[in-house]
Every structure is written in C-alpha cells, then in structure tokens.
T-cell receptor
Framework: AQKVTQAQTEISVVEKEDVTLDCVYE???????LFWYKQPPSGELVFLIR??????QNEISGRYSWNFQKSTSSFNFTITASQVVDSAVYFC?????????????FGKGTKLTVNP | EPEVTQTPSHQVTQMGQEVILRCVPI?????FYWYRQILGQKVEFLVS????????KSEIFDDQFSVERPDGSNFTLKIRSTKLEDSAMYFC????????????FGQGTRLTVV
C-alpha cells in the first residue's frame, strides 16, 4: 500500500524566515513519482514539482528547494526567505510508476502561515 | 496555457437531489480523474477514466457516483442522491499519458449539501 505522511499539521513563521515542510512516504514499488502541490486560500491545486524515484538530485527553483532522500523515504520542501504570499496548504503526493495505478496518494497537508 | 476548467465553481443542493459536476479537460489529454477534498482534509482519489471507461475507482466511489464523457470534451461526475457528507471540494484532473507527468487540476467545484 502507498502512504504519504506529513507530520506537521500547521507551521507559522515570520516573513523572511526559512521553513522546511517534511514529507515521508511508503511504497513497495521501485519506480514511483513524488509531487508537491500548493493550495492557496482560493482553493485550487497548484503543481510545484515532480520527482521520479531514479532521480535523487536535489532541485532548486528560486526560493524553493527540494531534498529527496530514498534512504529515509523523504521528500522535504524548503522555502527560503518566506513571504506572506507563501501562506497556503502544501500537499506532498505519491503515485506508482509505469504500469501501476496513476492515481495520486496525498498526504494530509501542512498549513503554512507566513506572518508579516 | 491550456487548463482544466470546472463548472460551476460552487453549487448548493438539497440533500437527496442529483448533481452533475462538469469538467473540460485539456484537449489532447487521454486520462481523466476526479478527486475529493472534504473541508480541511486531504485530497482523496475517487475515480480514473480512460478510453471511455472507468479504469480504477476508490471505495468512496459507490453506486451513487457515476462518470461519463458524453461528447468527447466534457467529463462529468454525477452524484445521484446527495448526502450531507458529500459536501466537499471536487477536483477534476487530466493527464496526457501515464508516464508520470504531473496531473493538471481544475480549480475545483465546491459542493455544499444542505
């Protein structure tokens, strides 16, 4: 069975602080994909990143960075110099690799509040 | 940029009534999905649809739910007899292929059953 755990339910920081959102996953598959989505107060789901299980390179996109570690089954997300506009619920998700179900299994989400 | 469009954005319905949620996926996409998010909770998979038939469904997707693609562009989710617990945000998503590309989500329909 596939499972995603986001242990941090809510995080509150002050603007310009760095913040890391944790994601731990469980799967028996050797091929899988990991995702992060942002859900702002308006409610839509905004895709942030996809990572496949063969690619453990960390990725940086502006103030966002992701740390994928297969050894600990973690795919953590760091926002550097947070801004008020980063306030949202962030979801980590997992899906099976080729030949498997393409449904996304989501974690419960982490609500990030960035205060001015 | 192509996007998935859902209508209506918000629907209020009486318990026991039928509702149809509509989605227009991205035009060259082949795989279609419905997900549900009860307020404050995680996003849950309902059903996937490919080649005009259901390819997978969750245990949530019971006999009161149905999906269809009536005209090659719209993708609909019907709830036959709504219950209070059906109140949620419903997201439609589509994929061009099964190769791991990220799912493109619509903006969601908030369904409120009263």
């Amino acid at each position: 069975a596939q499972k995603v755990t986001q242990a941090q339910t809510e995080i509150s920081v002050v603007e310009k602080e760095d913040v890391t959102l944790d994601c731990v996953y469980e799967t028996r598959d050797t091929t899988y994909y990991l995702f992060w989505y942002k859900q702002p107060p308006s409610g839509e789901l905004v895709f942030l990143i996809r990572r496949n299980s063969f690619d453990e390179q960390n990725e940086i996109s502006g103030r966002y960075s992701w740390n994928f570690q297969k050894s600990t089954s973690s795919f953590n997300f760091t926002i550097t110099a947070s801004q008020v506009v980063d306030s949202a619920v962030y979801f980590c998700a997992l899906r099976r690799g080729q030949g498997g179900s393409e449904k996304l299994v989501f974690g419960k989400g982490t609500k990030l509040t960035v205060n001015p | 940029e192509p996007e998935v469009t859902q209508t209506p954005s918000h629907q209020v319905t009486q318990m026991g009534q039928e509702v149809i949620l509509r989605c227009v996926p991205i035009s060259n996409h082949l795989y279609f999905y419905w997900y549900r998010q009860i307020l404050g909770q995680k996003v849950e998979f309902l059903v996937s649809f490919y080649n005009n038939e259901i390819s997978e469904k969750s245990e949530i997707f019971d006999d009161q739910f149905s999906v269809e693609r009536p005209d090659g562009s719209n993708f609909t989710l019907k709830i036959r007899s709504t219950k209070l617990e059906d109140s949620a945000m419903y997201f439609c998503a589509s994929l061009p292929t099964k190769d791991g590309t990220e799912a493109f989500f619509g903006q969601g329909t908030r369904l409120t059953v009263v």
